[in-house]
């Protein structure tokens, strides 16, 4: 399965209405993929909280619709990352959406754990209260996002689900780029997955963003790593490498808690 990683840079200076035009022409540019993955709130940028209320859309608004496009053109499943989502109610919520390569819905997550300590995010948005796996034709993908690389117990709930691939999508900030590295290497190593994570380039909100999307096996090697700048990583994955790593080294089966 080859996935890419679109590591796209969220400025201050680009318009939402152009970055997402700008994004649906990567996402065609990744024809030969299987799997697109782009990441966190990538229209807005994760820490412009000003911009929350005013780009907020409908599940089917025109990110959806954008992206749907790019998807049926490349001939890929997408990860859409996430947007700002308006929900009937008018609640805001920080919605990642996953599609087929026909361009139809597949998946949809509301990140669970918000960021910001009574600020920002965890006060203009409401939380997601469901675990969301995906089954492509030769992975099962457990979606999260940013923040959820903090609770583990999220992760376990997605390999109990079925998930052999976890996607990460984010807006991690670069100064607690070792953070993003060392978690997104424990998640793989204690759920023997493949985890796919995804971050934004750029400055948003006045915060420098990590970059350095990376892509790590089941044993918690990384197999591919990006810089900081906006950057496209392709990578080639062995389906068979989950089920052989939990054979090899059984240790999820000698759990004792937490099920």
């Not at 608004?61 to 954008?66: I, L, Q």
């Not at 999508?169 to 759920?191: I, K």
Request: glycine letters at 10%; aromatic letters at 8%.
């Amino acid at each position: 399965m080859r996935a890419s990683l679109i590591q796209i840079a969220v400025n201050e200076g680009e318009s939402v209405v152009s970055r997402r035009s700008r994004a649906a022409d990567l996402v065609r540019e990744q024809s030969g993929a299987d799997l697109v993955v782009l990441p966190e709130l990538w229209t807005v940028g994760a820490f412009a909280y000003e911009q929350f209320e005013t780009e907020a859309e409908p599940l089917d608004g025109p990110t959806y619709g954008a992206m749907a496009a790019a998807a049926r053109d490349a001939g890929v499943w997408l990860h859409v990352g996430s947007f700002v989502e308006r929900a009937g109610d008018g609640s805001l919520y920080n919605t990642a959406l996953v599609l087929s390569p026909a361009g139809e819905l597949a998946a949809t997550y509301r990140k669970i754990h918000r960021f910001g300590f009574d600020q920002g995010e965890a006060v203009l948005m409401s939380a997601g209260e469901s675990l969301t796996t995906v089954a492509l034709p030769e992975q099962t993908l457990g979606l999260a996002t940013c923040y959820d690389l903090r609770f583990p117990e999220l992760f376990r709930g997605l390999i109990d689900a079925g998930a052999t691939t976890l996607v990460v999508s984010a807006g991690w900030p670069a100064r607690r780029r070792g953070h993003w590295t060392l978690l997104n290497r424990a998640r793989a190593v204690e759920n023997q997955s493949y985890v796919l994570a995804c971050g934004t380039a750029g400055t948003n909100g006045g915060v420098e963003q990590a970059g350095h999307s990376l892509v790590v096996d089941p044993w918690g090697e990384v197999l591919a790593e990006a810089g900081p700048g906006e950057e496209v990583l392709t990578v080639d994955l062995d389906p068979k490498k989950v089920a052989e790593t939990r054979e090899q080294f059984p240790a999820l089966k000698d759990r004792r808690l937490g099920r």
